[in-house]
């Protein structure tokens, strides 16, 4: 190590140098974790002659630091403040790191709110010094302390300033520091992928950098993602190995962690005595460094496993005692109601059971209002679904169908509803007499709304004049049928002519127990969840008997619109196309880049449209003239009809970084879902002719996130878009077919259908599901 070759090289203790890499060895012993070692190094006395250099802040600095983080407080208190005095009188460039350390003391001991303004105060002082590592610093510890806060949206640009700041410096320190916090907020916000993906650069980035104690939190970081995702095997091994290092540190505060980790995964597969182990030796580790939100989660695991064990009156009395807590952090509050909640469900207490779990979602339904960025709305729910999958549950088992369904609408499309609201100037209001029916009556359609839960899955079938709930198969079995049919139209022979099993068995299970609601060439508006968002129910295989028709896939005997939830199905209308109507049509763009060559077809498609919009009624933006700010400035919400002929892509990880790919201007060439949430439309349809232009990633609550998504956030009151790769070929023959319908005066569900069979009982290629399959109708508001 450098600074032990400085200290050997200037060995002399009447040397100013000597001390300078002896305070650096002591800060650098802290910052990789080893507290005590640093301490017992930085406890000789510096001679009389440095008395008043900064050395000695440093050195009270770095003990201050130290004492900060094994919790205790009133040493590290004196520290500082004489680390502060001699900066104050000597030293003044040094008063930005005490600012700083005095928000570490204060947020150790429990303080946010001071530390967040030690913070500031630290920042304002590195900036105006041109110290842009302490910038870093500054920037990174606001984060951390808006995550405490719960601000998380906050806390990520606080986050995205350090990343970029520290990037230009070099800082391999800070980055991974950044990276981890960054993965924090996405944590909370139930944006797993990104969240284990900013953990694991974090930790290997620690790890280049020689920070063993922030290797174990990242790892133990990453351990609570693959818990949330129920991968308890890799939860496990990351929090051993974390909890394997943090032995050899003797940190208390990450021994901890590691040991609430270990305790949710024995929970999770029934091992109790481990669990328990697990939770007493963290208690005990407790009063050596306190920490009183982080006791209160490993007394919440400890209510669970009460609760799980058969403790009911224990696990009740645990429950309370956090929820009496002023302290207590929403995501232990709202888990704690839950916990309650199923503790009074045993006892028979129905009534209070049913208050508990209302309390439960009110609690998590104002954390996500407080939210600001639309990118943490769509993925907030990821993390607390499984409360509302409890409430449903519950009522279901009370027999009340209904309520259990109005819960379920609850958690649909919150974000989404919140932007239609904001863009169209209409808060939309959930009305206090639930009654789905109403719904089924104005759009004379039969609605189908799927939940699939952890361990049930239900259907409810909604007619002008019942609701009938009908439990389905397990949700996991569901899902891979899904996903496995869905890939099926990747092969060669046509599904039906195989008699694809999944095909026949996702009729089976998902249509069946409303068959004898519905009639032949009815409509039928579906509400899917999960893997269900990105399947076709169109597609399914109809079997045929003796008494029906030959296997037939379920286009043929119904209209099919897909919705996001009852509450905005409630504002939308099944209306005819307006008449005259104005068309904003995007297309047959120049090459962007070698990823996306000009589409061969998109000349032709655009071509077409010609045939039913007057040139008087016709916006074209073709070739040079498909850009972005072209689209954007052409008053996009004068028109009836938007039509992209174009490029698409979806973002897994980013939703609204999804985008349709048009002309370059400059080094651009995209139009972003985020761009297109910022300007309000009332187009009757918006058709993204474009692959994967529903987007590719399902949120819990908000189902698949993309562009289409992005254009009913807009306004827009239908939307038409692909599930997958559309084809090049294929596809201007189903908007000329989709147009010819809308020009006769049909609605855009019954002209897409018409489309659709055109290729259906084609004799090619084309009546495979791959190529007509993949648009869907979405009711917007």
Known sequence: MAVDRATKQFSDPHSEWHWRFWALKGEILMLQGHYEDALSFLAQAVPATFAQSDVVVWQKLTQGAACARLGRFDEAANLLREAQALAQNAHPALLDECALRQGTLYFHRGD??????????????????????????????????????????????????????????????????????????????????????????????????????DRVYWLNSAAGVHYDL???????????????????????????????????????????????????????????????????????????????????????????????????PSSVRWEAQAGLAQVHVVQG???????????????????????????????????????????????????????????????????????????????????????????????????????????SSYLWVITPTRVAESPLTHPEEINAAAKAYRESFLEPRDPLEAGNADGK?????????????????????????????????????????????????????????????????????????????????????LAASPDFPPLPQAGKEVGLLKNYFSSSQRLELTGANATATRFLSSEPEKFSYLHFATHGTASRTRPLESAVILSPEGDSFKLYARDVVKHPLNAYLVTISACNGAGTKSYAGEGLVGLSWAFLRAGAHNVIAGLWEVSNASTPQLMDELYKGIHAGEDPATALRKAKLTLVHSSGNYRKPFYWAPFLLYAGS
């Not at 769509?378 to 449903?392: E, G, N, P, T, V």
């Not at 009556?441 to 609605?447: E, G």
Request: glycine share 4%; charged share 25%.
């Open 230 to 328: 129920a991968e308890y095997p890799a939860a496990e091994s990351s929090a051993r190995k974390a909890l394997q290092l943090t032995r050899n540190l003797r940190d208390e505060g990450s021994t901890i962690e590691c040991l609430q980790n270990l305790a949710l995964v024995a929970l999770a597969k029934n091992e109790f005595k481990e669990a328990k182990t697990h939770l007493d030796e963290a208690l005990e580790f407790e009063r050596l460094a306190p920490d009183h939100q982080r006791e209160l989660y490993t007394r919440l695991i400890s209510a669970n496993l009460e609760a799980k064990t058969g403790n009911i009156s224990e696990s009740e009395i645990s429950y309370s005692r956090i929820l009496a807590d002023p302290h207590c």
């Open 505 to 589: 068995k996702l009729y089976t299970v998902l249509i069946a127990p409303a068959e004898k609601l519905i009639h032949k060439n009815s409509r039928v508006v579906v509400l899917p969840d999960g893997n269900l968002n990105s399947l076709n129910f169109e597609t399914l295989i109809v079997s045929g008997s003796k008494h029906e028709d030959k296997p037939h896939y379920w286009i043929e005997d119904v209209t099919i619109t897909t919705a996001n939830s009852l509450a905005l199905l409630a504002r939308s209308s099944m209306s005819g196309p307006p008449n005259p109507g104005r068309l904003l049509v995007v297309g047959d763009a």
């Open 349 to 455: 207490k129905a009534e209070v059971a049913e208050r508990e779990f209302a309390e439960s979602i009110r609690t998590i339904s104002k954390a996500h209002a407080a939210l600001q960025h639309e990118d943490f709305r769509i993925s907030f729910l990821s993390s607390a679904i499984r409360f509302y999958d409890a409430y449903i549950n519950f009522l279901i088992d009370q027999k009340r169908p209904v309520d259990a369904l109005r819960v379920a609408d609850l958690s649909r499309a919150q974000a989404l509803e919140e932007g239609v609201s904001a863009n169209t100037g209409k808060r939309t209001s959930r009305p206090a007499g639930f009654n789905p029916q109403t719904i089924s009556l104005r759009l004379n359609a039969t609605l189908l709304f799927y939940w699939l839960g952890r361990q």
């Open 112 to 213: 946010t709110l001071a530390a967040r303004t030690a913070y500031r105060t630290a920042l304002q002082v590195a900036h105006d010094n041109k110290n842009e590592y302490l910038e870093v610093a500054a920037l990174g510890s606001l984060a951390v302390a808006s995550t405490r806060l719960e601000h998380y949206d906050e806390a990520i640009d606080w986050n995205d300033r350090a990343l970029r700041l520290s990037q230009t410096i070099g800082d391999l320190r800070s980055v991974s520091k950044i990276e981890g916090n960054t993965g924090w907020s996405y944590h909370e916000l139930g944006d797993y992928a990104n969240a284990l993906s900013q953990f694991e650069n974090a930790e290997r980035d620690a790890d280049r950098a020689g920070l063993v104690a």
